[in-house]
Nanobody, 126 residues
Framework: QLQLVESGGGLVQPGGSLRLSCTGS????????IGWFRQAPGKEREGVTW????????RYADSVKGRFDISRDNARATVYLQMNSLQPEDTATYYC???????????????????WGHGAQVTVSS
């Protein structure tokens, strides 16, 4: 079993930056690929990015390419999501999720991930 907790959400102005953290406990964090998803009110959950167990493989949704960066520190059992050039359309609840390791990594589909945090609110507004 793996428990995930997000932190670092908040209110930021357009063009600003924010860093989210996802910390795992209860199981071997390094055995999991970690993804970030987001969901705005009235919208379906959207895959944002994922990172492989050792941080070598990463994938980003087109909507955040060039603006967001995912990284991980397995010694701290933490994955980070650095969000830059934030825009109002980035406003959402952001969830981290864990998928068992696979050679190709997970697709950015919610059903590929077994464990989920409870979410962190990110609001981008003037």
């Amino acid at each position: 079993q793996l428990q995930l907790v997000e932190s670092g959400g908040g209110l930021v102005q357009p063009g600003g930056s924010l860093r989210l953290s996802c910390t795992g406990s209860g199981s071997a964090f390094r055995d999991y690929d970690i993804g970030w998803f987001r969901q705005a009110p009235g919208k379906e959950r959207e895959g944002v990015t994922w990172i492989g167990t050792y941080g070598g493989n990463r994938r980003y949704a087109d909507s955040v390419k060039g603006r967001f960066d995912i990284s991980r520190d397995n010694a701290r059992a933490t994955v980070y999501l650095q969000m830059n050039s934030l825009q109002p359309e980035d406003t959402a609840t952001y969830y981290c999720a864990a998928a068992p390791w696979s050679p190709a990594g997970p697709e950015l589909r919610a059903d590929a991930f077994d464990y989920w945090g409870h979410g962190a609110q990110v609001t981008v507004s003037s």
